[in-house]
């Protein structure tokens, strides 16, 4: 069984850092594609990044461009999200998940979530 453990969220000032774990247990990780989502009160689970198996190919939301930054230790069974020049609206729980081929942006793609973490943003 595959299992996404997040960490990493919190209260934080506008302007401010957070960086996001995701531990993964329960399958090789080669192969996989690792992405982050978000979702804030209210609204839909959207898609923020996602970064393929050698970290060669990476994708994100336009709205995190040039502030967000995914990464992963596959040793280290664990993927990040560094996130710089927090905003209020990146308020939200953020989620975890794995997928086997190729990067998808698309939630539906994705067949494995973590329970997530809360990343507050005040303004």
């Known amino acids: 069984q595959v299992q996404l453990v997040e960490s990493g969220g919190g209260l934080v000032q506008a302007g401010g850092s957070l960086r996001l774990s995701c531990v993964v247990s329960?399958?090789?990780?080669?192969?996989?594609?690792m992405g982050w989502f978000c979702q804030a009160p209210g609204k839909e689970r959207e898609f923020v990044a996602a970064?393929?198996?050698?970290?060669?190919?990476?994708a994100y939301a336009d709205s995190v461009k040039e502030r967000f930054t995914i990464s992963r230790d596959n040793a280290k069974n664990t993927v990040y999200l560094q996130m710089n020049s927090l905003k209020p609206e990146d308020t939200a729980v953020y989620y975890c998940?794995?997928?086997?081929?190729?990067?998808?942006?698309?939630?539906?793609?994705?067949?494995?979530w973590g329970q997530g973490t809360q990343v507050t943003v005040s303004s």
């Open positions: 998940a794995a997928r086997w081929g190729v990067i998808f942006t698309e939630r539906s793609r994705y067949d494995y």
């Open positions: 329960g399958r090789t990780l080669s192969g996989s594609v």
């Open positions: 970064i393929s198996w050698n970290g060669g190919r990476t």
